[in-house]
């Protein structure tokens, strides 16, 4: 039996302890995971991309701000869904957090139902980002191994392009198209044209020389 709750992760950073020690009450006593750290700065030192995971903010902190932490987590790239709790004056402040892909903000004092079914919708949302990334992550290793040349025959494969038309591009004759293909459908386990299709589409395709 697994120690994480089934729920997820939950991340507060706010620098007011009463607001953590009240989330944290709040959300343990649903099953959620819960971490709290009083800055920012606390927070993107100790934070695991690796986690499915979602975070609540407070927009105003003493030194960094919730703004900043979402501009420092958009520059790592980093698919975490935020809310931001915002007091009443904030609320154009909030808006701008939501346009930079915020999934909400709530406003002091906030409802407790209110809080939780974002929770568990930032939650899912990470769910999905999770999965997209691992399958990503995945096809890329696969990819890797492919050469240059092989990484050029795929690109081909995929525009739908004839044997005949790939070797008058590439310069090379169609028996090493051919063999590039072999190498390819070996490399990636693909067993038709189509396997192709699902690894390459939507993936870059890196390269290694050979």
């Known amino acids: 039996m697994s120690l994480i709750p089934k729920k997820g992760n939950v991340y507060v950073v706010d620098d007011d302890e009463a607001v953590r020690d009240s989330l944290q009450w ?22 695991d991309p690796r986690e499915v995971a979602c975070l609540i903010a407070d927009i105003r902190m003493e030194g960094m701000s919730g703004l900043d932490l979402q501009d420092k987590l958009i520059e790592r790239k980093s698919p975490l869904p935020i809310v931001f709790i915002t007091g009443h004056g904030d609320v154009p402040m909030a808006v701008q957090t939501m346009k930079k892909g915020a999934v909400d ?13 974002l929770v568990e919708r930032m939650l899912d949302q990470a769910r999905g980002a999770f999965a997209t990334q691992q399958e990503a992550a995945s096809r890329d290793a696969l990819l890797s191994r492919l050469t240059t040349r092989e990484a050029q025959v795929l690109e081909r494969i995929v525009a739908g392009r004839l044997n005949k038309q790939i070797a008058d591009d590439l310069g090379i004759s169609i028996k090493t198209v051919e063999a590039h293909r072999a190498n390819i459908m070996e490399k990636l386990n693909a067993n038709t044209v189509a396997d192709l299709l699902k690894i390459a589409l939507g993936a870059n395709t890196p390269a290694k020389a050979g």
């Open 26 to 47: 709040l959300l343990e006593g649903k099953d959620y995971r819960v971490k709290c750290y009083d800055s920012a700065e606390s927070f993107l030192s100790r934070y």
């Open 105 to 117: 903000f709530i406003e002091k004092p906030f409802k407790e139902e209110e809080l939780l079914s």
